[in-house]
C-alpha cells in the first residue's frame, strides 16, 4: 500500500505518464504474482459464471459452469496453500484446515463439480469473486493514477457499498443450499 502514494506523488505530468504507469502496473503485477493469479482466477470465475447464466457464445452452458466451478477451486486452492503453506500429517493441520473458509470452498467447488448444473450453486462463487476481483482492480487503478478509467472506479465504488448486503445475500444462498450439500455428499 505503501508504493501507491510514491508513485502517485513521483509522477509529475511529463510526456512518459501511460508507460510509467504501465510499468508500475506490471512491477506490482510482477512482485505479487500470487495475488494476481488469484484476481486473475476470479475474474476467470466472473466472466465463466456470467456466460454460463447468459449463454452469449455458442459454446455448451454445463462447460462454463465447470469452468467457473474449477477457476473457484483454483482460487481456493491457491489461498489455502497461502494460509496453510506446509502439509503435515497430524490432527493440529486437520483441524487448521478444516477451519479455512478456503477449504470449505474448494470442497464445495469439487461436490458440485459434477452434479447438474444449477444457477444457486454458482451465485456465491461469482459474488466472492467479484467482490474479491473488485478490491484488486482496486489497488491496480491506484496505481495507475487517481483519475484512470472513473467508470470503472464508481463501479466498484458502487459495489463496495452494498457489500454488506451482498454478503447477505450470500449468507442466505449457503443456507438454503445446505440440504442439497448434505444429500450430495451422503
Known sequence: MSDTGNTASSHDGSGDGPSTNRNTVLGHMMENKVETTLWLTRIFTVVCTILFIVPIVGDNPYSFYQRALLSAAATSAL??????????????????????????????????????????????????????????????????????????????????????????????????????ILLLIF
Do not use: W
Request: aromatic residues 10%; glycine residues 0%; proline residues 5%.
Open 79 to 180: 489461498r489455502l496453500h497461502q494460509r496453510l503453506p506446509n502439509v503435515r500429517f497430524n490432527m493440529d493441520f486437520l483441524r487448521s484446515l478444516l477451519v479455512e473458509d478456503a477449504s470449505h470452498y474448494l470442497l464445495y467447488c469439487i461436490i458440485f463439480l459434477n452434479s447438474y448444473p444449477m444457477t444457486m450453486i454458482l451465485i456465491p462463487l461469482f459474488l466472492f469473486a467479484l467482490l474479491h476481483a473488485c478490491s484488486y482492480t482496486k489497488t491496480i487503478l491506484n496505481l495507475m493514477g487517481p483519475n484512470s478509467l472513473t467508470l470503472v472506479r464508481n463501479l466498484i465504488t458502487k459495489l463496495e457499498a452494498q457489500q454488506v448486503n451482498i454478503l447477505r445475500f450470500i449468507a442466505s444462498i449457503e443456507i438454503f443450499m445446505m440440504p442439497a
